[in-house]
């Protein structure tokens, strides 16, 4: 059966590259901010952002979803904040799997009617993220 689960093929292919630490615990940290991606960050941001960009609804039809999603939206990048603020990365000194399931949704948040503008260390992790060598831009 082919695998669907988004984290799941993030760890196949990064299994043995530069972006999963050779360290249990750092491997184990990676993890939880994944499990985080997929539990508190995208079913609130990617959704959003799917409802107001991509759905194609009638806005009637999804804005009384919306201002749950903000906010549980914004709770988690709350945390995301605070994680960052003095730290150049999720886990360790270099970019992990963390942070690239994060920065997928994340960088596009605004999409979802999410204001990024507060969150000065996200987006300064974000411009680190960018910055990396073979950083493709999403083109609509």
Do not use: C, K
């Amino acid at each position: 059966m082919p695998t669907r689960e988004s984290g799941a093929i993030l760890w196949y292919f990064g299994e043995g590259s530069r972006f999963v630490p050779d360290d249990r615990y750092e491997r184990a940290q990676v993890l939880q901010w994944m499990f985080f991606e997929q539990y508190e960050h995208e079913p609130t941001i990617a959704i959003a952002r799917f409802l107001i960009s991509y759905s194609q609804l009638p806005r009637e039809q999804y804005e009384r979803r919306l201002p749950r999603l903000h906010t549980d939206g914004m709770r988690a990048l709350d945390v995301m904040e605070g994680h960052l603020s003095g730290r150049p990365w999720f886990v360790g000194e270099s970019m992990t799997l963390a942070d690239l399931a994060l920065y997928a949704y994340t960088h596009v948040a605004s999409e979802g009617g999410f204001e990024l503008a507060p969150y000065a260390a996200i987006n300064e992790w974000l411009g680190r993220v960018a910055d990396q060598p073979g950083h493709v831009t999403i083109d609509a």
